[in-house]
């Protein structure tokens, strides 16, 4: 920082220099004409950041680590197999997955059903996590588990259709961490 003044001061007006070995920087403030330092100049010393030779660069070894840690934290699994016909955006707070009618859909993660039956997306189920997260699978043709069951991350749970508001077949899939819709792609495996 070259000078400090009020909020309401202006940026200070300056010119830039190269010599070699520093960055010379004339300065002066709007709110007064007064040098900031000796002959009206601050000196600021360039340095280049190391080079990083390239024996330092992380080993496969630790990359694969890295994505073992990422998996480890993102726990959700694919709850179908489809293809994705609509992303998450705000007014659309999943993503949708189109298949046939009956391809199987799964829990995404372990938890309690806290719903399983008819409502406002067609038949759908809702799964408690347990951590803050909740994972909302809609538009099933048939539901394979009941409110209150506990059930295991990979149990089928439901078959695709399009019940309630759906121009076709497909799983619409939510994830919400404490009533807050997330992308679910960005918590996906």
Do not use: C
């Not at 080079?51 to 992380?58: E, G, K, Q, S, T």
């Not at 994505?67 to 007014?91: C, D, K, S």
């Not at 859909?105 to 996590?129: K, M, N, Q």
């Not at 009533?179 to 792609?185: A, E, F, L, V, Y």
Request: hydrophobic share 40%; net charge negative.
């Amino acid at each position: 920082m070259l000078a400090a003044g009020p909020l309401a001061f202006r940026h200070p007006i300056a010119e830039v220099h190269a010599t070699s070995g520093s960055v010379t920087v004339a300065a002066r403030s709007s709110v007064s004409e007064a040098p900031l330092g000796p002959g009206g100049e601050t000196r600021i010393r360039a340095q280049r950041a190391p080079a990083v030779p390239v024996d330092d660069l992380a080993p496969p070894a630790a990359i694969a680590e890295l994505v073992a840690t990422r998996e480890h934290l993102v726990r959700f699994v694919w709850p179908t197999h489809g293809t994705i016909t609509q992303t998450f955006f705000e007014y659309h707070p999943g993503i949708d997955i189109a298949n046939d009618v009956g391809t199987p859909e799964v829990a995404a993660d372990g938890g309690h059903v806290v719903f399983a039956g008819w409502g406002s997306y067609g038949i759908y189920v809702e799964i408690d996590h347990g951590n803050g997260f909740h994972t909302i699978y809609g538009h099933m043709s048939a539901v394979m588990v009941k409110t209150g069951q506990v059930v295991t991350q990979g149990q089928e749970i439901g078959l695709m259709g399009a019940t309630g508001r759906a121009s076709g077949p497909h799983l619409h899939f939510e994830i919400r961490f404490e009533g807050t819709p997330q992308n679910p792609i960005d918590l996906l495996s």
